[in-house]
């Protein structure tokens, strides 16, 4: 055991951290977890627990007890404790759990205790990147498990455990290898060409095409991957009492906007988390966009047309019942241009059927609906994550976040001009000065070639204690 003086000096193989890594808040979570890694991390933990009777202290095992203040002798909570000893932790190296009661201050004072004892405050996400230096995960898996936590939908939560489980790491591992098996073919004819048998440089020019195909299809992907991961803003506007509030309480399950017949009831944003197919979006239901004099529902009004700019796609509702007016066509004329736009002609309840089966008051309605009903809901889901491009197929197992994305493109590029000087019949080591830029660019997706500056920039993006 090391003495109490190596557990506080810190630095290098002896720095032991320590962060509470459940989320803490009153009257919240019955259980809390104060995460301890490092080499001080089980002297750390047999100076503050009082385990009673003769319970063994031994990795993977369960211990109860008390956690007490050592300088009082004060009991501070009835807990237990989970010895994990190197290697076999999330980090690799001695790790220790105290499983106390949730709230704020019993989970507050023993951390206090464990950083008084030597261990010093974690950084966002330094259990992780711990994890990453000591070879427990690559890259892709630590981002994967950053993903998991922050998922907002089932689907995200099925692409980051593919993550997690290694198929993205797979994948680009795989395509790195087929690379790095064409860069020694060639720097081998480089140095000894006269010694080695003709290299067939169309099979060469048809491996590198194929790799670059496989980068273009995940680069697509990303986009998927994105929109499930980060989900859709999307703003419905409409004249004043088209149903703008009905239309997200029906969707969102719930009463979050006041629905009256009074023209102008909303007026401020109103915003509604929601999953539709998969996808997570927010809802913002807007105040109706008129002229008025009251100030409050101006101040609404502008915000709407801030919201306007900020959406990734605009959902504009109209009221089949009174059909599509100049005011309707004013405020299309209002969406950016680029910005996905829905027509939805809303009330079919109060039309006759053939009006609003096309023309005549449906006006240019994408599709007619009635919030208040129900009606036609589940088409507008579908027809609006098509308009944004967000349609997605079952077929989508793993997909690259965004530096991820940059780093495959940069490779695919590297490969076209890798291509354009066998397209040109220059010698193999013009081959080989971009082949070893997709080659390292491929690394730096999984980790093995990456700095330490890039680390600290990923790992700061996760919950503390994790």
Known sequence: MKSEDTIASGGGATDTIAAVATAVAPGVGSVAIVRVSGAGAEPIARRLFLAPGDQAWESHRVLYGHVIDPGSGERLDEALLLLMRAPRSFTREDVVEFHCHGGVVAVGRVLEQVLAAGARRALPGEFSQRA???????????????????ARSRRAAQLAMAGLDGGLERRIGALRFRLLDQLAELEARVDFEEDLPPLEGGAVVAELESVRGELAALVAEAAQGRVLREGLKVAIIGRPNVGKSSLLNALSGSERAIVTELPGTTRDLVESELVLQGVPITLLDTAGIRPTDDPVERRGIERSRSALASADAVLL????????GEADGALRALVPEGVPLLVVGNKLDAVQPDAAAGGGVAGPADLAISALAGEGLGALATALLARCGATLGSGLEVALNQRQRDLAAEASIALGRSLEAADQDLPWDFWTIDLRQAVRSLGAITGEEVNEAVLDRIFSRFCIGK
């Open 132 to 150: 990453f230096l000591n070879g427990r995960l690559d890259l892709t898996r630590a981002e994967a498990l950053s993903e998991l936590i922050t």
């Open 317 to 324: 509702l109209f009221d089949l019942s009174a059909g599509w």
